[in-house]
């Protein structure tokens, strides 16, 4: 039971923070920089950030066993339901901006060259499982784009239960950035150059907030 309050924490404040994410954004408001200053108060308050879903076992899996559980008691758990379902939703709303920005360009999904930056489910790791990147690029793909990822943790797109791509991570140089309609950034590994990303990518879909700064270019999701 403590493991899983635990891991019910943080998935219902990640999942409370992913829709004022949504809120936020309809306003014209960064939601990284209203948790930064909320984050300024010294007690009470716990940074969570947003992003493109969840990934690992912990959090958008574990604490359905618990929802399980609780119903032999007769008992619905509507916090872990509903955080579920909103974090669920997350990479159909980033492929949503994904298809704005490139809207905004006179560009259709359909026939563009996406890249994914950063498939494996944190920062810094390999771990795959029940990764967003991997239904971002699912999605993607359905629409009848072209997808590629970069990712310096996984060389090699690996055999999953569920997903399939015959995919090697792209080396992420001025040419090979220049050469896709957009890249959408999905994971904030360490070793990703933001630089160079964003000196050559032609357009950026964000969901980790690493660029702050508002353009026409760089989209927040």
């Known amino acids: ?14 999942g409370l923070v992913n829709e004022m994410k949504i809120v936020a954004d309809r306003m014209g408001i960064d939601i990284f920089e209203v ?16 992003g493109p879903g969840l990934g690992g076992h912990c959090i958008p899996i574990d604490p359905f066993y ?3 559980k609780a119903r032999e008691y007769g008992l619905h758990t509507r916090f872990i339901e509903l955080s579920g379902e ?6 159909e709303y980033v492929v949503g901006k994904l298809i704005d920005v490139l809207n905004d360009h006179s560009k259709a999904l359909k026939g563009s060259r996406i890249l994914i930056l950063g ?4 920062k810094n790791v390999d771990d795959m499982r029940e ?7 699912e999605r993607i793909q359905a629409k009848g784009a072209k997808v590629a990822y970069s990712d310096p943790h ?19 140089t001025a040419d090979s950035l220049g050469s896709f309609d957009a890249v959408v950034l999905a994971t904030d590994h360490d070793r990703f150059d933001y630089e160079l990303i ?24």
């Open 119 to 122: 498939i494996a489910y944190k």
């Open 86 to 91: 909103v974090n669920r939703a997350m990479p």
């Open 1 to 14: 039971m403590t493991k899983l309050l635990e891991n019910i924490h943080r998935a219902v404040n990640i």
């Open 131 to 137: 990764s967003p990147s991997v239904e971002i690029m």
């Open 198 to 221: 964003k000196q050559h990518a032609k357009l950026i879909v964000d969901s980790r907030g690493i660029y702050r700064e508002s353009s026409t270019k760089i989209i927040k999701a």
């Open 66 to 68: 618990l929802t399980w």
């Open 154 to 172: 996984v060389p090699v797109f690996p055999k999953m239960r569920e997903h399939h791509f015959e995919l090697s991570s792209v080396e992420l």
């Open 35 to 50: 948790v930064d200053a909320a984050a300024t108060k010294p007690f009470g308050f716990t940074p969570y950030y947003p």
